[in-house]
RNA sequence: GGGCGGCUAGCUCAGUUGGUUAGAGCGUUACAUUGACAUUGUAAAGGUCACAGGUUCGAAUCCUGUGCCGCCCACCA
């Protein structure tokens, strides 16, 4: 007899049928897999477990089945060599691993590329001042070489140790293309960019301010400038004819320019003309020139200007052909033009200077109570120097001498015609902002870890270029790049034996190192073997696989976190499309900050991280993972703390018991399972033996979980799409499913094959809990495991399961089952004493009479009868459901007052509800006007509220 | 100075193009307890969606303004 027969001869029959409680007990099943912990132990597996997937080779696309034609490709974002993994790198990872997973088990040609930074000033600090710890030397002690060395011994400990951690969250990256920036194949795909660029006149070499600090003596870009607020003095001083206000009298030796608002008429006498002004080495002969660049309210109106510690006054400068003299040196201390205080450092001086003003009555007054911001090293807040210097350069807004648009131009265009997608989108508007106020980026750095800029000065022709500090020996000829008589620059990608001008084997190499993010700008496609295409080995012993730059460039996603959206994916999107003529990714995802419980950023400074090798610990990475991806939005900052995680735990130990009970049931057992090969759900639509209102249901919401879930992962909802799964399991799945297989007992094949759907859909999340559970799966149902689930194909619903009859039925009775639950809190009356029910289902009869058995277990019932009609018995709480009324056979227990208190509100309750209803439907503007779907949307709304709200009249008569 | 984000239940946060009687987790309260799971189950309480206007048949959602919190950029002679 088939399903639809039964249901249809159910429907027909009148007769009562009363359910006995003892029927139960019969079918109940004994636990076959008692070898299962009674909780998840996250740590006795994830080692094992993720041995296993590399083994495989899941992780590697070469090794996957050859039918797979779309790349999926991230570059992970590489972690600094520096040291340990934060919570931060934890997000990345979780992150990155679900879309891997994702699109490899939806059959993409799935590539992450790992790998790690040098990040040059980051870790030559590090570097720096372990060894000054443990021996009280500067990397000068040690000279470069040596120094070099203790860099590299640090590098591969900490590279072990990332490793290490990138793995223990579960990570599933090609680690046989794992890649260094500094390994000698991306060194060259630095090299050649270089060369590519200074031919192409993009990188060029002049003398500029910079920022300059003096503790890393190295240049800053602009972007790794932080600034501090502080509260200083504000200098007044008399200067000749005007009083001028700053913040910094050390500076002012040799100002000799007065600079006014053209506009100002409290000076406009002064502009052109000369004065001699008492200052503080004696006299100087100043002169005056307006210009609108200042700003009249600001201290008195009127400047000086020291062009070679002002980025605004060095523009001045430049445009009215000012000397620039250097008044700091490169050390932070005073250079010669300070007379007598050379050689004092600045805080020194600048109390020296104002005792000398004060003495000479050149001080008007001084601001106690200044407040501005102080530029410091984002490395290590020591104030910056705004200094000139000659540097290397990467010019944004000039064409290629070989064609084409500018970088900016270029990272412009990408973003504007959506070759390029940010998620979340807001942040099209700040990239745009920074690129459009993008200036020449400074990319020499006078640190010893890093790329060497390939350039070679000849020395044998005269003295040369070398030495970005040739201000140190002339400080009043800074504008010199090098004379006519110095051999130009040789800039190439290897190293040469001789000057090609002059054949002069007297060659240094320029001695500075690139900015980190110079190399890091090329890694999308560095790693993937640019610009050598064919196999060749990398520094680190890894083949370039042949073809990948074509196979798996553009990067499909670049996931990273908001704050290095400049410093980062900015100039990969201008190295990029420079390079290539291509974008480096098709999609940035920007993940927010990891903070602590109180929204504060975790900091090692201030002892509040959580590190995320304990949390895995603690918890396992299952739920490390969840915590990190349930519950937040792109571009948002997330917090984080042990409760969020062991809530986490808990569910996942869910999953893991629901797993126990699942593969306890007889169905999974090996005897009834001789001849089943596979499990794909759905299939056993046909052959079940059994199919009841629950399997329909469940199959239906399945349906619609792998709808949504999928289109949630391709569309980055990924929060969204692990709380919808979440619900479906704890909810739907455990809660009801699996509740009334117990009751109905003879399971079919529907709670295999939905729970082998779950696995698929949970495995991108929790790929450890998921995976023990496929195989323990296998095992009990006896069946070949052909895949490991990372392998598994990620599932499809197919629309004829979506059963809407069912899930309305379904709904029915859950409604049910919830109301006489409800009623029994509300009476108090104890779950000891068992109460029977009658029900009188009218035109649902068919529904209740095939499930009552399930109502009276679930609600705890002694006697569930159902008939068409009944009149309501004595002592009875009826309860609304649907079209039918459940009577509650009470006795004696109920209060009468109260009930009528309840059905009373119930009705308050409803009238609001239905009155709110009929003024919507009355209202001739939304008939008009709202879709017609909507109407009847309401309309229908109406109906069933109007209907329950009469029958709860009833109840009161 | 320019820009961005947040303000939704006691707490942490969802809420996809405007149409639900506004949701989840944690916490709280009450009840339950030997076979999947107490890392549990059942039920409940709890919100004028920061505020003020506006657009619309209809606003947590769109527009304008205000307030508070946070962030980014620029700049400070």
């Keep these: 007899m088939s399903v639809k027969t039964m249901l249809f001869h159910l429907q027909k029959s009148l007769f009562l049928l009363v359910f006995k409680e003892s029927a139960f007990y019969t079918n109940v099943p004994h636990m076959t897999v008692e070898q299962l912990e009674k909780a998840y132990e996250a740590a006795k597996y994830e080692e094992k477990i993720y041995k296993e997937w590399e083994d495989a080779g899941a992780f590697n696309p070469d090794t996957l089945t050859k039918k797979r034609k779309e790349s999926f490709t991230i570059a992970m974002p590489p972690p600094n060599v520096t040291g340990q993994l934060h919570m931060g790198h934890a997000a990345m990872l979780a992150i990155e691993d679900l879309m891997v997973r994702f699109e490899r088990m939806r059959g ?120 501090r607020e502080e509260r200083s003095r504000f200098y007044y001083l008399k200067y000749g004819p ?367 991280g959580i590190d995320p090798l304990d949390m895995i610990a603690k918890y396992g990475a299952d739920a490390v993972r969840l915590s990190l991806i349930i519950g937040g939005t792109p571009g948002n900052d997330v917090r984080l703390y042990d409760e969020k995680i062991a809530g986490f735990r808990n569910f996942v130990n869910k999953l893991w018991n629901i797993g126990r009970f699942v593969l306890s049931q007889p169905s999974s057992s090996s005897e009834r399972s001789e001849s089943r090969s596979s499990l794909p759900a759905g299939r056993q639509v046909d052959q079940a033996r059994t199919i009841t209102l629950a399997d329909r249901w469940i199959l239906s919401r399945l349906q619609r979980v792998i709808v949504s879930v999928t289109d949630d992962c391709a569309q980055f909802r990924f929060s969204q799409a692990g709380e919808r799964l979440r619900d479906f399991t704890w909810g739907d799945f455990a809660d009801w499913y699996l509740e009334i297989k117990k009751i109905e007992g003879d399971p079919n094949d529907f709670l295999l094959s939905t729970f082998d759907f779950l696995l698929r859909l949970w495995h991108p999340y929790t790929p450890y809990v998921t995976e023990v559970l496929w195989e323990h799966l296998h095992e009990t149902c006896n069946m070949k495991r052909e895949t490991l689930l990372i392998l598994a194909e990620w599932p499809k619903s197919e629309k004829k399961y979506i059963d809407i009859a069912s899930e309305n039925a379904f709904a029915l009775l859950q409604k049910s089952v919830m109301v006489i639950r409800n009623a029994r809190a509300i009476y108090r009356i104890p779950a000891a004493t068992k109460l029977n029910v009658m029900i009188a289902a009218r035109a649902q009869f068919s529904l209740f009479a095939e499930n009552q058995s399930i109502i009276a277990r679930l609600a705890n019932l002694a006697s569930c009868t159902v008939t068409k009609e009944a009149e309501r018995p004595n002592d009875a709480v009826p309860l609304s459901v649907g079209k039918s009324v459940i009577y509650l056979l009470v006795g004696g227990i109920v209060d009468v007052v109260k009930e009528q208190e309840r059905i009373k509100g119930e009705i308050e309750k409803q009238m609001a509800y239905v009155s709110n209803l009929e003024k919507k439907l009355s209202n001739e503007e939304f008939t008009k006007k709202a879709p017609a779907e909507i109407v009847e949307q309401e309309r229908a709304k109406w109906e069933v509220a109007r209907e329950e709200l009469e029958r709860l009249r009833e109840f009161l008569a």
């Design 242 to 608: 005007v009083v001028i206000g700053t913040a910094r009298p050390e500076t002012k030796f040799l100002d000799k320019v007065i600079v006014v608002h053209p506009d100002d008429t409290r000076y406009m006498e002064f502009v052109g003309k000369k004065f001699d002004v008492e200052w503080i080495d004696g006299k100087v002969q100043a002169s005056v020139v307006a210009d609108a660049i200042v700003d009249p309210a600001m201290g008195t109106g009127a400047m000086t200007i020291t062009p070679a510690h002002s980025f605004e006054d060095f523009l001045l400068a430049q445009k009215y052909g000012f000397a620039v003299h250097q008044i700091i040196g490169m050390d932070g201390k005073m250079t010669e033009a300070a007379g007598g205080m050379a050689g004092m450092p600045v805080a020194e001086c600048r109390a020296k200077v104002v005792e000398r003003l004060q003495q000479k009555g050149l001080i008007d007054h001084i601001d106690e109570n200044y407040v501005h911001n102080l530029s410091v090293c984002y490395r290590c807040d020591t104030p910056i120097q705004p200094l000139v210097s000659k540097q290397w350069f990467v010019a944004v807004d000039k064409k290629p001498k070989n064609g084409g648009k500018s970088l900016k131009a270029r990272s412009i265009d990408a973003v504007r015609k959506e070759k390029i997608t940010i998620v979340p989108d807001r942040f099209n508007k700040t990239y745009f902002q920074w690129m459009d106020n993008l200036h020449d980026w400074c990319i020499s750095r006078q640190l010893w870890f890093g790329h060497r800029i390939p350039v070679w000065y000849c020395k044998g022709n005269q003295e040369s270029g070398i030495g970005n500090h040739g201000t140190e020996k002339s400080p009043n000829s800074l504008f010199i790049i090098h004379d006519s008589k110095t051999c130009p620059p040789i800039v190439q990608i290897d190293p040469i034996k001789a000057c090609p001008s002059c054949g002069s084997k007297e060659l240094e190499q320029d001695p500075d190192t690139l900015d980190t993010w110079f190399s890091a700008g090329l890694w999308t496609f560095s790693t993937l073997g640019w610009p050598m295409n064919q196999s060749q080995s990398s520094g680190s012993g890894h083949a370039t696989k042949k073809n990948d730059l074509q196979t798996f460039h553009p990067t499909s996603v670049m996931e990273t976190g908001y704050d290095i959206l400049f410093f980062w994916v900015a100039r990969m999107i201008m190295m990029t499309t420079y390079a290539l003529d291509e974008v480096p990714f098709k999609t940035v995802y920007l993940h927010g900050l990891v903070r602590d419980k109180f929204g504060k950023k975790m900091s090692k400074s201030k002892g509040n």
């Design 108 to 227: 993409k040609k799935a590539l992450w590329v790992p790998g790690l930074d040098h990040a040059s000033i980051a870790t030559q600090n590090v570097v720096e001042k372990k060894i000054w710890k443990e021996e009280k030397k500067t990397r000068h002690d040690l000279g470069r070489e040596e120094f070099l060395k203790r860099v590299d011994v640090f590098v591969q400990e900490s590279k072990n140790v990332i490793r290490t951690q990138i793995k223990k969250m579960g990570a599933s990256c090609d680690w046989s293309r794992e890649r260094y920036t500094l390994d000698e194949g991306l060194s060259r795909a630095v090299r050649t960019m270089f060369v590519r660029m200074y031919e192409d006149g993009l990188i060029y070499r002049g003398n500029r301010i910079v920022n300059w600090c003096t503790r890393c003596a190295s240049t800053l870009a602009d972007d790794e400038v932080n600034y």
